[in-house]
């Protein structure tokens, strides 16, 4: 009897080509909305596709929204075990989606991935993730259920072979899946600037672009250490805003805006702040150093804050 776990020149592991077939026709389905770039199976990390949206202009095509895609042939739990394997999915700069092909009825079902934003929000991050599908229906924000396994809810998109024969339904899925990727990518703008807070739908429905409310949901009270990074993020725009502010003679937005910088950021020197609080301090008569006025106006305030803490008098 030959030994199946050495390679056999002319043959391949059924279990492997059953999941490549399932990678065929997710790759069909998703080449339908603009296209669908395969992973090499000896390249793959844990996405199997990388996609995007794209929307017709004249005789061209032009990508709209870009996300990837992890491929089941079940409805088996998606899992990550070990704390790098849960960052590398919080922190994945795409949108993801989880596609789950059924060849047996010739079926996909499409869900979103937002529990990978609800760990982010409430750190630490966990050592392990699990990512349940559930039915299709209605759909609800992540629950938390006493655990790191996260159910999926319903899925926001649910095909058949048939479906995907109609221009109409699939014109559907499209803008499903757009909005979706709109949520995905609001969440990743709050995990790259480090704000610990998700938000998605309250509701869902099943192959339904509209929802009613958002959710918020995160940590009540960060930690100095769990900002830090937040702000940090928040240097250059914040600099850049005071900047332009100043150059539409907008004097007293750039007076906030570089009070605000001057209190976060006093220890570091930027170039453009620097020759904006010159010319802040020459319009204001003080001139004596680049940053007089704003310091004057930010001791002026310190004491009246002060005053307005002080207990009133019985």
Same mark, same amino acid.
């Given at each position: 009897?030959?030994?199946?776990?050495?390679?056999?020149? #002319?043959?391949?592991?059924?279990?492997?080509?059953? /999941? &490549?077939? $399932?990678?065929? =026709?997710a790759?069909? !389905?998703? +080449?339908?909305?603009?296209?669908?770039?395969?992973?090499p199976?000896?390249?793959?990390?844990?996405?199997?596709?990388?996609?995007?949206?794209?929307?017709?202009?004249?005789?061209?095509?032009?990508?709209?929204?870009?996300?990837?895609?992890?491929?089941?042939?079940?409805?088996?739990?998606?899992?990550?075990?070990?704390?790098?394997?849960?960052?590398?999915?919080?922190?994945?700069?795409?949108?993801?989606?989880?596609?789950?092909?059924?060849?047996?009825?010739?079926?996909?079902?499409?869900?979103?991935?937002?529990?990978?934003?609800?760990?982010?929000?409430?750190?630490?991050?966990?050592?392990?993730?699990?990512?349940?599908p559930?039915?299709? #229906?209605?759909?609800?924000?992540?629950?938390?259920? /006493? &655990?790191? $396994?996260?159910? =999926?809810?319903?899925? !926001?998109? +649910?095909?058949?072979?048939?479906?995907?024969?109609?221009?109409a339904?699939?014109?559907?899925?499209?803008?499903?899946?757009?909005?979706?990727?709109?949520?995905?990518?609001d969440?990743?703008?709050?995990?790259?600037?480090?704000?610990?807070?998700?938000?998605?739908?309250?509701?869902?429905?099943?192959?339904?672009?509209?929802?009613?409310?958002?959710?918020?949901?995160?940590?009540n009270?960060?930690?100095?250490?769990d900002?830090?990074?937040?702000?940090?993020q928040?240097?250059?725009?914040l600099?850049?805003?005071t900047?332009?502010?100043?150059?539409?003679?907008?004097?007293?937005?750039?007076?906030r805006?570089?009070l605000?910088?001057?209190?976060?950021?006093k220890?570091?020197?930027?170039?453009?702040?620097?020759s904006?609080?010159?010319?802040?301090?020459?319009?204001? +008569?003080?001139?004596?150093?680049?940053?007089q006025?704003?310091?004057?106006?930010?001791?002026?305030?310190?004491?009246?804050?002060?005053?307005?803490?002080?207990?009133?008098?019985?």
């Amino acid at each position: 009897m030959p030994d199946i776990k050495q390679p056999m020149v #002319g043959s391949t592991s059924a279990n492997f080509h059953e /999941g &490549s077939r $399932s990678e065929y =026709l997710a790759q069909y !389905i998703f +080449a339908s909305f603009g296209t669908a770039v395969p992973v090499p199976h000896q390249e793959d990390t844990g996405l199997d596709l990388y996609c995007t949206l794209t929307e017709r202009v004249g005789q061209r095509i032009w990508p709209r929204a870009y996300f990837s895609v992890q491929v089941k042939s079940n409805i088996s739990s998606w899992k990550f075990n070990g704390e790098e394997s849960v960052r590398w999915i919080v922190e994945h700069p795409l949108p993801i989606f989880l596609c789950v092909v059924d060849k047996f009825k010739s079926s996909v079902q499409i869900y979103h991935t937002c529990p990978r934003f609800y760990v982010w929000s409430l750190p630490p991050l966990p050592e392990s993730l699990e990512l349940v599908p559930g039915d299709r #229906g209605v759909g609800e924000s992540v629950q938390w259920r /006493g &655990s790191n $396994s996260f159910s =999926l809810s319903a899925p !926001i998109v +649910a095909l058949t072979l048939n479906d995907m024969m109609n221009e109409a339904i699939m014109e559907n899925v499209k803008a499903v899946l757009h909005s979706w990727i709109d949520v995905e990518m609001d969440n990743l703008n709050r995990v790259r600037a480090g704000v610990l807070e998700f938000i998605m739908p309250a509701k869902y429905e099943t192959n339904v672009k509209g929802y009613g409310g958002t959710v918020f949901q995160g940590i009540n009270y960060a930690k100095p250490e769990d900002i830090r990074q937040s702000i940090s993020q928040f240097e250059i725009p914040l600099g850049w805003i005071t900047d332009q502010l100043f150059k539409d003679n907008d004097i007293d937005g750039a007076v906030r805006g570089a009070l605000l910088h001057r209190y976060l950021f006093k220890d570091r020197l930027h170039d453009r702040l620097t020759s904006m609080n010159h010319n802040l301090g020459q319009k204001l +008569a003080k001139t004596v150093y680049n940053y007089q006025a704003i310091d004057e106006i930010s001791a002026n305030l310190d004491k009246e804050l002060a005053r307005m803490k002080e207990p009133n008098p019985e």
